[in-house]
């Protein structure tokens, strides 16, 4: 059985990074759709997240990080998955999810919805809050991976906790 966890990942955070491993422990494949045009602002290109998280995934092997556009159903259906993957941090997680959930089954039946509560160390870990920490010059190590952690600050022209 295939699944999908889609998301923008800007950054990925270690909170994304349990919740690929936890799916990736239940399923036979893993695709992690990096969604290429959110109505966010990004920090990072499509190119750059699927770097960062293929990077942190690459011990996983039957994870697969990829780019996508448009429904995540219709891009399920394309590489023939039937789950989609999601976490929940919060209540207001599980009201948003529940809708999306509801709103997926409309457009496609066949499709379920796997949702992973967050691991109570994860629960505080967004992406926004990281870049926010970051760009102020606080330490987001611990909260994102190494590798992570420095694209971020290069991001943002600065030399890290540490240096």
């Known amino acids: 059985m295939t699944a ?3 998301g923008s990942f800007d950054p990925v955070t ?3 990074v349990d919740l690929a491993k936890r799916a990736s422990a239940l399923f036979d494949k893993l695709i992690i759709a990096v969604y290429a045009t959110p109505t966010k602002d990004l920090l990072f290109d499509v190119e750059e997240r699927i770097s960062l998280f293929s990077k942190t995934v690459e011990d996983l092997p039957n994870v697969e990080v990829v780019r996508f556009e448009g429904l995540v159903v219709r891009f399920v259906q394309d590489v023939g998955a039937n789950v989609i993957i999601r976490g929940l941090r919060t ?3 599980f009201e948003y999810e529940f809708d999306m959930a509801i709103m997926n089954r409309r457009l496609a039946p066949e499709i379920d919805m796997v949702s992973f509560m967050t ?3 994860h629960m505080f870990l967004s992406s926004s809050l990281i870049k926010e920490v970051a760009m102020l ?3 987001i190590t611990g909260m994102v991976p190494p590798h992570v952690a420095k694209a971020v600050y290069d991001k943002f ?3 890290g906790p540490s240096g």
């Open 4 to 6: 999908v966890y889609p």
């Open 14 to 16: 270690l909170g994304h």
């Open 91 to 93: 209540g207001s997680d």
């Open 119 to 121: 691991s109570q160390d």
């Open 137 to 139: 010059g606080g330490d």
């Open 157 to 159: 022209g600065m030399p």
